[in-house]
């Protein structure tokens, strides 16, 4: 029996899972202590940061996300990112009108990515692993550390020497309290003045006020954000101003085959919790 619900205050008792579509309905404690028979929350991508894992679970209630749908999708989003950044795309857009104006004779010089370029990618999930094979193909070289996986209480000790080696430094890693503005001042200032940053993770994960100032001061070169703090930003960001930032809005899985395939892995994830079978794509609280 299904029910698409706008109204979560109309969510009938009877309700043993929900597919969480973008984010809704918000599931706090009052909704799960208004639902006695849930069993799963299946979430509609692969970022749990909008649930309190740990409240859910208190409830009995498992939860899965999407992994295996959004993966090369989102891993796809990132390297466009980094190819436009690198070679200049949205601003050859726009150069190629004063070009054959002839208002404009010299062009901009784009970024190499073979011979030697190192990408560092933040966080070796499900998505990193996919953006490594893709930057392998295009012939980049990936850290080797890489494989050390550090995001936790090793991190800070591990960061600096692999942000001062990238030219291209990829952020991949879950939003949780301890990637929260991971990228700040001091690891920009680590960075090469060279290097590009890209995000498409969650804004958060990146200190957005030290971005500006970052691009702003040729602190590094450039930065490409499909993920931003708010979403979307205020009309007068300086981020929406600056020559030398890409923003996309979001669309890291929004392809046209997402909505199926996502739903698809939601639909087993589900099914295999009712059943009472080991769910595909679990996510536990850490
Ligand atoms: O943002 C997209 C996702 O969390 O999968």
Redesign the pocket.
């Given at each position: 029996e299904l029910e698409f619900l706008e109204d979560r205050k109309r969510m009938s008792k009877k309700v043993q899972a929900i597919y969480l579509w973008w984010h809704k309905p918000v599931i706090d404690q009052e909704l799960l202590q208004s639902l006695p028979n849930l069993k799963v929350i299946a979430n509609s991508?692969?970022?749990m940061d909008h649930l309190d894992l740990k409240l859910v679970a208190s409830f009995g209630v498992k939860m899965a996300n999407?992994p295996r749908a959004?993966s090369s999708s989102?891993a796809d989003t990132g390297m466009a990112l980094l190819l436009a950044s690198a070679r200049r795309l949205v601003e050859g857009n726009i150069l190629i009108l004063l070009w054959l104006l002839k208002i404009i004779q010299d062009l901009p010089t784009i970024i190499n990515l073979t011979f030697s370029t190192v990408i560092w990618i933040i966080g070796m999930g499900s998505i990193g692993y996919k953006i490594a094979l893709r930057a392998k193909a295009f012939e980049m070289n990936i850290l080797k550390e890489q494989e050390e996986q550090a995001v936790g209480t090793t991190y800070c000790e591990k960061i600096d020497g692999l942000l001062q080696r990238a030219d291209f430094v990829m952020v991949v890693v879950s939003l949780t309290p301890q990637t929260h503005k991971l990228i700040g001042k001091r690891e920009m200032e680590l960075m090469k003045p060279t290097a590009t940053l890209i995000n498409i993770s969650r804004g958060a994960v990146v200190d957005q006020e030290a971005l500006v100032t970052a691009l702003q001061t040729g602190v590094i070169r450039a930065a490409a954000l499909d993920?931003t703090h708010p979403e979307p930003l205020p009309r007068d960001h300086t981020l929406l101003k600056l020559k030398n930032v890409i923003i996309t809005p979001?669309l890291?899985?929004k392809t046209d085959k997402a909505t199926y395939m996502i739903t698809e892995e939601a639909v087993e994830n589900i099914l295999a919790a009712l059943n009472g079978l080991p769910i595909p794509s679990e996510v536990l609280p850490s």
């Open positions: 991508g692969v970022g999407a959004v989102t993920v979001h890291g899985i």
